[in-house]
């Protein structure tokens, strides 16, 4: 079972960028399907990114163009680089891996899940 570790996290102004990093222990981390999600407050649990292998990627329509996810698969390590932050780009980033191979964007079908990192953009 793989354990996952978010950091990264931090205040930042609207059109700043930040980088959240997930590492990853316990487990086979190249073979999973790798995952962002954000949860806001008072709202539920959605999809930002996930990478598969090296270069599949798959973004929420939210965040294409700005966000990029990438993986270091000899540093066990999952990235989420964020640039143009808006207001609205506020929350828990939670990481999640997943064996699944197809993408999925419903978070009750990810299996493993960090405690999450707080992202608070301020306008």
């Known amino acids: 079972q793989v354990q996952l570790v978010e950091s990264g996290g931090g205040l930042v102004q609207a059109g700043d960028s930040l980088r959240l990093s997930c590492a990853a222990s316990g487990g086979a981390f190249s073979s999973y399907t790798m995952y962002w999600f954000r949860q806001a407050p008072g709202k539920e649990r959605n999809f930002v990114a996930a990478?598969?292998?090296?270069?599949?990627?798959y973004y929420a329509d939210s965040v294409k163009g700005r966000f990029t996810i990438s993986r270091d698969n000899a540093k066990n390590t999952v990235y989420l680089q964020m640039n143009s932050l808006k207001p609205e780009d506020t929350a828990v980033y939670y990481c999640?891996?997943?064996?699944?191979?197809?993408?999925?964007?419903?978070?009750?079908?990810?299996?493993?899940w960090g405690q999450g990192t707080q992202v608070t953009v301020s306008s």
């Open positions: 990478i598969r292998w090296i270069t599949s990627r």
């Open positions: 999640a891996a997943s064996e699944r191979i197809s993408f999925v964007t419903s978070p009750g079908r990810v299996e493993y």
